[in-house]
């Protein structure tokens, strides 16, 4: 797309990291199968995107979403504009600054500021304006007060596993990784099965 936010990286990192289990059980898998069986085989080149993942969701060194977690705690009373200053700045000068698979655009407006990934399809590019606003995914305690008093029972079975007052609460691109761990754990039980068709020759015909 022309203009790529926060809602795109979070499309992208869910992208690769199905991508990576279809690395892991399709071209991997295969191909070790291929060997254990004596197969003629030679085996296809492949980029294994777990480099992407890491730098995106990545804990040691954190990576762009634990960076832009930080930010959004250690910030408090900004605008959204300085907020996302602030998170293109630790980017800058974080660990993965200098990652092969990321380029940060630095500018002196947030207009024009962001980074680009090497994502597994191809490079994209983010703005990162209002990643911070749109991060925080912030509700407010009155409204969630007034939706555990509703009349209607559904509604107020949306909010009884609510996170404690006590907690912070947590970000969107927490809730997105852990939403999506808990898909790939599921999809890493499963065993895929194929269909093994055998090609004659290049031709497709007999003789």
């Known amino acids: 797309f022309k203009h790529n936010s ?7 990192y869910v992208n690769e990291k199905l991508q990576q ?19 003629q085989w030679r085996d296809i080149a492949y980029f294994d995107n777990k480099v ?3 730098l995106i969701e990545g804990a040691n060194p954190p990576g762009i979403m634990r960076i832009l977690d930080d930010t959004c705690k250690t910030l408090h009373a900004v605008d959204s504009d300085t907020a996302d200053t602030k998170f293109i700045e630790k980017l800058q000068m974080s660990n ?9 655009l630095g500018s002196t407006s947030v207009f024009s500021a962001g980074f680009t990934i090497k994502h597994y399809a191809g490079d994209v590019t983010y703005n990162v304006r209002e990643f ?4 925080m995914d912030n509700l407010f305690q009155s409204l969630v007060h007034c939706m555990k008093r509703s009349q209607n029972p559904f509604i107020r079975s949306l909010w009884e596993k609510d996170e404690p007052a006590a907690r912070a609460p947590t970000t969107s691109s927490t809730k997105i990784r852990g939403s999506c761990s808990s898909l790939v754990n599921s999809l890493m039980r499963c065993s895929p099965h194929y269909i093994r068709c055998i090609k004659p ?3 497709k015909r007999a003789g």
């Not at 926060?6 to 992208?12: D, S, T, V």
């Not at 289990?21 to 197969?39: A, K, P, S, W």
């Open 6 to 12: 926060f809602e795109q990286l979070c499309i992208n």
């Open 96 to 104: 993965i600054g200098s990652h092969p698979h990321l380029r940060v």
């Open 201 to 203: 020759n290049d031709q």
């Open 52 to 54: 992407v993942c890491e």
């Open 21 to 39: 289990i279809f690395i892991e059980l399709t071209v991997r898998g295969e191909q070790r199968e291929y060997h254990d069986e004596g197969i």
């Open 132 to 135: 911070a606003f749109k991060n």
